[in-house]
């Protein structure tokens, strides 16, 4: 855990990060340059965490080929070959007849795409890194559970038919087809497939808002409704963090799976809290209500107290994933104060109409509502 003296030296930092983007993310070690320069294709690559990867793999000198559906443009600080198709129509025809050294694969959820692309590109790309979910396990009773924790199993008459409208109608299906879409990696790519399960993926660029909420509602100050004890433990890891450690892991060849969820020692919902408070400088002020409370109050974990759920029963071990296989090759973390800095400073640079309605949290009024029942209940 960091202690008030640590937090408000990340704190000074961040604030200079304002000022300077990028200060505090190059106070972090800079890795050994990569031993060879790799032909990396990214599947997908403009999304949450792609441009992430595509920037850092430029940085190390690698050769990118995006491939996606042309739909996002991107202004990349070097060559990028771009490459469209539609994996939902099957339309692969650019890949055909290439080869790569690494296919990273970041969009997939459904198993169906998983199998076209190993029809395709088996034989084609010396290593398959697939980005899962920690979403793909069966339970989270337990925790410290590590990668060899039962998964989900689909139950439906054909995961291969599967569409994106199926998942968006029933989310429960998620993780089961994230795990069949897993098992068909495993299928075409054998050891030299990576599978790479994040936790919250957070930080500049979220557009769910599920970590955004709480640097917004801290910078506004006053009295901020926070959830359980503040002993509740959170997980999740910056997606710079998971995009520049995904590279690496390319870089060294490394097969397996992993849980990629941070920090790398426990932290909990006070400690996030006030870490966050410390790096914005803020005057805002927890008032702590009670699990029970908040559930009698139609207040939900997660969505509309982002990043938290309660450690008990059947979520006792959610945000308690190991990640020791993870840290073991090398994943770190910059500060949460770094994080922090850098997500409102996104946040803060989008359109008005996008800052006025947070997609996660409650509302400033549904807040003032719950803190005086809250304070009335006391």
Known sequence: MIDRRQWLQLAG?????????????????????????????????????????VRYALERGHTLTLFN????????????????????????????????????????????WARDAGQLLKGKVG????????????ANDTADADESDALAQYTGPDAMRETQDSVRANMALYGALKARSEAEVRHWFGDTATVIRPGLIVGPGDETDRFTYWPARIARGGEVLAPGSGEDPVQFIDARDLAEWTIRMAEQRAFGTFNA???ATMLRMRGMLEGIRGALKS???????????????????????????????????????????????????????????????WFKAQPEERQAKLRAGISPEREKELLALWKSRA
């Open 13 to 53: 930092a961040a604030a200079a990060a304002w000022v300077v983007p990028g200060l505090v993310a190059a106070a972090m070690p800079k890795p050994a340059p990569p031993a060879k320069r790799l032909r990396i294709l990214i599947l997908g690559g403009t999304g949450f965490t792609g441009p992430h990867q």
């Open 69 to 112: 559906r042309g739909r996002k443009t991107r202004e990349w600080p070097g060559d990028v070959e771009q490459l469209q198709g539609d994996r939902n129509t099957g339309d692969l025809a650019a890949l055909k007849d290439r080869e790569w050294d690494v296919c990273i694969d970041n969009p997939t959820t459904l198993p169906f």
């Open 127 to 138: 290593h398959y890194i697939f980005i899962s979910t920690i979403s793909v396990y069966a």
């Open 261 to 263: 969820t941070g920090p």
């Open 283 to 345: 005057d805002a002020q927890f008032i702590w209500a009670a699990a029970d409370f908040l559930e009698a109050q139609n207040v939900s974990p997660w969505g509309d107290m982002p990043a938290w759920i309660p450690a008990e029963g059947d979520s006792a071990g959610f945000a308690r994933r190991s990640n020791k296989k993870a840290l073991a090759k090398g994943l770190d973390f910059r500060p949460l104060s770094a994080t922090a800095v850098d997500t409102l400073g």
